[in-house]
Structures are given as structure tokens and as C-alpha cells.
T-cell receptor
Framework: KAGVTQTPRYLIKTRGQQVTLSCSPISGHRSVSWYQQTPGQGLQFLFE???????NKGNFPGRFSGRQFSNSRSEMNVSTLELGDSALYLCASSLAKGTSSDEQFFGPGTRLTVL | AQKITQTQPGMFVQEKEAVTLDCTYDTSDPSYGLFWYKQPSSGEMIFLIY??????QNATEGRYSLNFQKARKSANLVISASQLGDSAMYFC?????????????FGKGTMLLVSP
């Protein structure tokens, strides 16, 4: 079974630009979550999508948005990039069993650098 | 308040020795799950072990075991017989029992360095 894939793996943008990151979950997984990882703030939850609907959202500005397609693939978009958006963006998928044991499988991440 | 606290920014251990990575958590939900992930320098988060709040026994997965002390709200990871490949960041994470949500809350992590 293929794991979670994320594209692109590396990205360099300049301030003010916008960026779209893509995540393909493990086959059969219906939930996709996005996390931002920075040295200062650690791992922070961005949002979670389930059956094409955002059902949970972290404390990030509206410049961060996402969506999920009918095949469970997800994209996240960051508009008007700021230097502080430089981070590793991790995507995770899960079966969404609705229990506390629901394991999340992570992709390799997209490393975004904003210049 | 921090929901997951990892007090050790870095740990050093010699190869073949055991090491314990600390994790304390804070929740008022009776149903929760605790996870440990390993993150090598490549960046990918690798699932290691899971402990449910209602599990009677401590979880074990190969060389990994979880020392779960519910009353103290601690879930320490024990790695036996450390290997050079164990050098990585280790994160403790929690999911609280909100049905339908998959969100994990992570600690700040502990960097483990294994020396020959």
C-alpha cells in the first residue's frame, strides 16, 4: 500500500506570492490533516478535512485555506506569503474511525521557504 | 496550559543502552489516546507506539515500550538497546476523545542522539 505522498517536496517563494501544496492520502483513508512545523512553534495543527468538508481548524489566519476532493486528495493554499510562513508542512491521513486510537500516517512534508 | 509537555530538549545515550523520554499530558477527557512519533532529519513523522486511556497494560512495540502512569498523567517512551539509527526527534502527541476528530496535539519534542 502506498504511503501518504506530498508534492512538491521543496518550494521557494517570495513574500506576497501564494502557494498551493498537495497531499494524497493512503488509499481508503478519508481524513486528511495538515500541520505546520517550525523551530519556534513546533508542530501546529492547521485543519482537518473529512469527506470534502473541513471539520476542524487550528488557530491560523484566513490566508491559510484548504480543500479536499472526492478522491480524498487534499490541497492547502497560503496566500500573501510572509517570511514567517517558512516551515515544513506535513500532511497526515487516517481512517477516521472516530476513536482515540485512530492513527495518523504522515507524508514526507513540503519544505516551504519564503524569501 | 500546555496539553503535552516534553521537558527534555535533548538526550544522549550510548549504543545498546536503554533510554527514557518523558512526556506528561493534560486533559479532562476520560477518553484519549497517546502517541509517540519519531522524526528523522528527513522530516517524515514515523508512528512508534500508541496507548489508550482505558488500556490496562502498557503498550509495547518491539524495542519501544510506553510507561503509562495515568494518575500522574505521564506517558514516557522507553527505548531498549538503543541503535545509531534511533538518533532523531521524538514527539509525544495526544488525541482527546472528541468523536470524529483526528487532530493530534504535539509536544515540543526531544532530540535523541545515540553515540557509538
Amino acid at each position: 500500500k502506498a504511503g501518504v505522498t506530498q508534492t512538491p517536496r521543496y518550494l521557494i517563494k517570495t513574500r506576497g506570492q501564494q502557494v498551493t501544496l498537495s497531499c494524497s492520502p493512503i488509499s481508503g483513508h478519508r481524513s486528511v490533516s495538515w500541520y505546520q512545523q517550525t523551530p519556534g512553534q513546533g508542530l501546529q495543527f492547521l485543519f482537518e478535512y473529512f469527506s470534502e468538508t473541513q471539520r476542524n481548524k487550528g488557530n491560523f489566519p484566513g490566508r491559510f485555506s484548504g480543500r479536499q476532493f472526492s478522491n480524498s486528495r487534499s490541497e492547502m493554499n497560503v496566500s500573501t506569503l510572509e517570511l514567517g510562513d517558512s516551515a515544513l508542512y506535513l500532511c497526515a491521513s487516517s481512517l477516521a474511525k472516530g476513536t482515540s486510537s485512530d492513527e495518523q500516517f504522515f507524508g514526507p512534508g513540503t519544505r516551504l521557504t519564503v524569501l | 496550559a500546555q496539553k503535552i509537555t516534553q521537558t527534555q530538549p535533548g538526550m544522549f545515550v550510548q549504543e545498546k543502552e536503554a533510554v527514557t523520554l518523558d512526556c506528561t499530558y493534560d486533559t479532562s477527557d476520560p477518553s484519549y489516546g497517546l502517541f509517540w512519533y519519531k522524526q528523522p532529519s528527513s522530516g517524515e513523522m514515523i508512528f512508534l507506539i500508541y496507548q489508550g486511556s482505558y488500556d490496562q497494560q502498557n503498550a509495547t512495540e518491539g524495542r519501544y515500550s510506553l510507561n503509562f502512569q495515568k494518575a500522574r498523567k505521564s506517558a514516557n517512551l522507553v527505548i531498549s538497546a538503543s541503535q545509531l539509527g534511533d538518533s532523531a526527534m521524538y514527539f509525544c502527541a495526544m488525541r482527546e476523545g472528541v468523536v470524529g476528530y483526528s487532530t493530534l496535539t504535539f509536544g515540543k519534542g526531544t532530540m535523541l542522539l545515540v553515540s557509538p
